[in-house]
């Protein structure tokens, strides 16, 4: 079984590749309980669902995304988040379709494992969100020509068409930009 840091009396936080700012260092001694650990996992997974993910499924993955453990079995993610078996499964599921999350096995186990997929996991999930901006603009186009730029219809159509061509330029920018920013930061 993984056992995660706070799991861990008197040992730190596991050490990370790249050195920490030392405004984003815990404290000397400074530990969260496991109440204050899983009240973070519950803030950070309602901010989650605002992006559409369903409630368990956001929770699981603010587990994962702050606790200290590579990969997880079902039965540690249920007992880390205090839920039952069942309500893991179908999280899991939905992370795994969405490709948030990972399912691996050893050779010869019968358990699944989960992780986060990639290291450059923000940078993944745009991407993957981003194949949604086409079939807008595409669909706008023929709004465009369906209605004509010269109604008040097709000048909005035109608009949306130009917004989402325009966001998906500085989108594929701005990932072009966080990779050079992430870099500095790993360094």
Known sequence: MTLTWWQKEGEGLAAADQPVPAADRTPAGARPSRDEVLRFVERFAI??????????????????LIDDAERYTAGELSRGLQVSPA???????????????????????????????????????????????????????EGVRLLGADTPGGRRMLETREFYRFFDQRLTDLLAEWQQHRARLHR
């Not at 901010?47 to 587990?63: D, K």
Request: proline share 5%; charged share 20%.
């Open 47 to 64: 901010a989650l669902t605002t992006t559409g993910l369903p409630r368990m499924p956001a929770r699981v993955f603010a587990y994962v």
């Open 87 to 141: 309500a893991i499964s179908g999280a899991l599921r939905t992370l795994v379709q969405a490709g948030l999350l990972g399912k691996e096995r050893e050779p010869g186990s019968r358990v699944d494992t989960y992780r986060v997929c990639d290291d450059n996991l923000w940078s993944t999930i745009v991407k993957q969100r981003s194949h949604t901006i086409d079939p807008l603009i595409q669909l706008a186009d």
